[in-house]
């Protein structure tokens, strides 16, 4: 009789074997929309301080700015690639990603990602975005991942 009463409880050993099904579990990529609401977040509050930054603080003014770009865009990609990979590798999220209650995780164990795939998923990203084919990969795939997904092996799930 205890065993029935524990059973329609939850209260058994069944908890196990969920908790192992739920492992398996494919997680699903949050939708291409949210995530690029959370990327032009991420573009306001992070990438468009730095450019005022560093545009007419450190560089001066916009003429010496355009006068040397490739200093000026060093500056702007070295600082955004620390702020971006410390928020991916400590905090799981940018401030875009929790606006909107996502967070990046690893596809296989589904935990924290790891500091080389913080790095290679920003390289990559740039990459996907100066060659532009490879932003519509999404619309292509059942399962929606970006190039950049792929190749670092994390996904933006839902929280």
């Known amino acids: ?3 029935w009463r524990d059973t329609k409880q939850n209260k058994s050993s069944s908890k196990k ?11 699903e990529s949050s939708p291409l929309s949210v995530r690029l609401r959370a990327f032009l977040t991420d573009t306001f509050l992070i ?12 560089m ?13 865009w060093s500056i702007i990609l070295v600082v955004h690639l620390i702020l971006i990979i410390f928020f991916w590798f400590v905090k799981s999220q940018t401030p875009g990603l929790k ?10 164990s589904k935990g924290r990602i790891s500091l080389l795939q913080s790095l290679v998923r920003y390289t990559v990203t740039l990459f ?3 060659s532009f084919f490879l932003l519509f990969l999404p619309f292509f795939r059942k399962d ?3 190039f950049q997904d792929l190749i670092s092996r994390t996904i933006i799930v839902h929280e």
Request: aromatic share 8%; glycine share 6%; hydrophobic share 40%.
């Open 144 to 146: 929606k991942k970006t």
């Open 128 to 130: 996907a975005v100066v």
């Open 99 to 108: 606006a909107y209650d996502l967070k990046i995780v690893d596809t296989l």
């Open 47 to 58: 990438t468009t301080p730095i450019l005022y930054i560093v545009i007419y603080l450190i």
């Open 17 to 27: 074997t969920t908790s192992i099904k739920e492992e398996n579990i494919q997680i």
């Open 60 to 72: 001066g003014s916009g003429e010496a700015f355009s006068e040397d770009r490739i200093k000026g």
């Open 1 to 3: 009789m205890a065993r």
